[in-house]
């Protein structure tokens, strides 16, 4: 038998496993492409950004993420608008995402984001809440 060596992942992990999910999904669905995004401020310093891809006309968002001393500038939307965008003009017809009820879940509903699946409680007291928009 074959020996394993099960740790954590790390950074350089983390993207050899998201490398090789994108890869393996690649030989279903070909038409895939990376459409995550980094803000950074005048000083060259990350603000936000998100981890999202797009599978044929289904684009997600993994991961957004907005430095706390820029939340509620408008940041966050303008991030998402631009990755809506991004899919959009690259054939994407909805984008679906996943929050949890600390985080975010009425900041996509004012962008037009329709909750259809919810954990509830999922971590404690909070619900795992899955939304979709038509772009």
Same mark, same amino acid.
């Given at each position: 038998m074959e020996h394993?060596?099960?740790?954590?992942? !790390?950074e350089a992990g983390?993207?050899a496993? $998201?490398? !090789?999910?994108?890869?393996y999904?690649?030989?279903?669905?070909?038409?895939?492409a990376?459409?995550?995004?980094?803000v950074?401020?005048?000083a060259?310093q990350?603000?936000?950004?998100?981890n999202?891809f797009?599978? !044929?006309?289904l684009a997600?968002?993994?991961?957004?993420?907005?430095?706390e001393s820029?939340?509620g500038?408008?940041?966050?939307a303008?991030?998402?608008a #631009?990755?809506? #965008?991004d899919?959009?003009? #690259?054939?994407?017809?909805?984008l679906e995402?996943?929050t949890?009820?600390?985080q975010?879940p009425?900041?996509y509903e004012k962008?037009g984001?329709?909750r259809?699946?919810?954990?509830?409680?999922?971590?404690?007291?909070?619900? $795992?809440y899955?939304y979709v928009?038509e772009l």
């Open positions: 394993y060596v099960i740790k954590p992942a !790390g983390e993207a496993v $998201h490398a !090789g999910l994108r890869a999904n690649r030989t279903f669905v070909s038409d895939t990376d459409l995550s995004l980094v950074e401020d005048g060259g990350i603000i936000g950004g998100c999202a797009r599978m !044929g006309e997600l968002l993994d991961v957004l993420w907005v430095a820029r939340r500038t408008g940041l966050g303008c991030l998402l #631009q990755l809506e #965008q899919a959009a003009r #690259q054939g994407g017809k909805r995402l996943n949890f009820g600390f975010a009425g900041f962008l984001y329709r259809f699946a919810a954990v509830e409680p999922a971590v404690g007291e909070y619900g $795992h899955f928009k």
